[in-house]
């Protein structure tokens, strides 16, 4: 089950809300770990067990890290915790990619595991560990309520692509959740603009990718190569993006205020701008559990978590090289590159840096190294077909509209004429403020649902 489904957009969604409305506030949780856990072995029903083990450790351990705060005995079981969450997540969503890099090094022939991964998996496991760490900090009382805690860990409106959610910042809300009336309608808007991000433009964008992979890396001009990395940015982007604000306003419409995940990643003006702006509650998970230490004890720690950045969208070695590719290069701009930055104008580190980022989607996009170095080759004009051909005329009049949109929507104007108007004193800034405001997520919901059905 999908967020972009019919199923779930019309049958999961509206029984699971109106349950949830209906019943008391203290049994808010249950229906929503209730619903979460349908949502969940909509996939492999089996997982759910895992998913309950999890959420059943980490909420013991919790308690024992509590009972003994203070002593060696709290050191100890948080270790504890900390390994059987790693566990997990090495073995059901790393192990084919470890036991693969060990056949490659020793020519071992070890056989791989035949698991699906299961949804959210880092989500939830990261999620664990924030709370069993805060626990043991201090930051945060441990959970008495199993119902409370589990339906802080198996909250799917987050489950398939983020944001994550640290306990402490819904530690309150989980204990009776009241959503009030401007949040539904916000929460509402959010999940409309989501979904016309991913069906609209995600999908659309990604159809332009397959499109330009189906020709094969090595028949690409150089203007085929940049639009299928244009595509493929805009394909990620609005994908992930668009999950983030459906669960953003899924979130709102059950009284939870959830984290953001993306802020116009595409106007940074640096590597390390667009790290803090790209998946920037995993950014915030990974400074908060992470980085710490002295300064080179904390770059370390940096290139260490951007580079396994990577990982976290997929267990393939170029996901590591991408991860790899944006490390090397916020490490260079924390030793040096920072203050030659400052001496140049803004669209020239702009457009450096989207020449950096632009590089690592071919990383990220291919699935091995051969057919990385033949994109590269035609990304920089030395393609077998040349600067531009027919293929790319085609392809660009056929979305060139998609395309479009994409930058628009990609980038932080429109999003400031939109705060303009709404803050606009005049009668007709707020009239357009007020129109917009009430027609566009209706309209987007309508052109999102009627795409779905026509596939």
């Keep these: 089950m999908e967020f972009g489904s019919i199923v779930f957009l019309l049958r999961f969604l509206p029984i699971f809300i109106a349950f949830y409305y209906v019943v008391p506030g203290r049994m808010k949780s249950f229906i929503l770990l209730l619903g979460s856990l349908c949502f969940y072995a909509w996939r492999v029903p089996i997982y759910v067990v895992l998913l309950l083990a999890t959420a059943v450790s980490d909420y013991c351990h919790g308690l024992l890290i509590e009972k ?13 915790a900390l390994f059987f969450d790693s566990a997990l997540l090495l073995f059901f969503g790393y192990a084919d990619f470890l036991i693969g890099a060990i056949n490659a090094v020793t020519g071992l022939e070890i056989s791989k595991f035949d698991f699906p991964i299961p949804l959210g998996l880092t989500i939830f496991i990261f999620q664990s560990m924030s709370y069993v760490i805060d626990v043991f900090r201090g930051n945060v009382e441990a959970q008495r309520n199993l119902i409370s805690y589990a339906a802080f860990v198996t909250m799917f409106p987050q489950m398939p692509g983020g944001p994550i959610v640290c306990y402490r910042d819904v530690e309150q809300t989980l204990r009776i959740p009241k959503p009030e009336l401007h949040q539904i309608s916000g929460g509402a808007k959010r999940f409309c603009i989501g979904l016309a991000k991913k069906v609209l433009l995600a999908d659309l964008a990604g159809e332009l990718w397959m499109g330009v992979e189906s020709l094969g890396v090595s028949s690409l001009s150089m203007g085929t190569a940049w639009l299928g990395v244009f595509a493929f940015a805009f394909r990620m982007y609005y994908a992930y993006s668009g999950l983030a604000d459906m669960a953003i306003g899924i979130g709102m419409c059950l009284g939870f205020s959830l984290p953001e995940s993306f802020r116009y990643p595409f106007a940074a003006s640096s590597v390390t701008d667009f790290l803090h702006r790209w998946n920037m509650s995993l950014v915030i998970w990974v400074k908060e559990y992470v980085f710490r230490g002295n300064v080179p004890g904390r770059l370390f720690g940096a290139f260490l978590a951007w580079s396994l950045m990577g990982l976290w969208y997929g267990p393939d070695g170029t996901f590591l090289l991408w991860g790899v590719w944006l490390a090397v290069f916020y490490v260079l701009e924390t030793i040096f590159w920072k203050r030659v930055q400052k001496a140049l104008p803004f669209v ?38 040349g600067l531009m051909d027919d293929h790319f005329w085609y392809l660009l009049s056929e979305y060139f509209p998609v395309m479009s949109l994409g930058i628009v929507f990609a980038l932080p104007q429109l999003s400031m004429l939109i705060r303009c108007l ?6 007709l800034s707020m009239a357009l403020y007020r129109f917009g405001e009430k027609t566009v997520p209706a309209i987007l919901l309508l052109l999102s649902l009627l795409k779905i059905v026509g596939e």
């Design 348 to 385: 020239v580190n702009w457009l450096l840096t989207m020449l950096v980022i632009s590089v690592g989607w071919v990383f990220f996009a291919l699935n091995d190294m051969e057919s990385v170095k033949i994109y590269l080759y035609a990304l920089f004009g030395q393609g077998a077909a």
């Design 422 to 427: 709404r803050e606009g004193r005049s009668g």
């Design 68 to 80: 003994y705060k203070g002593k060696r005995t709290a050191g100890i079981i948080l270790g504890n």
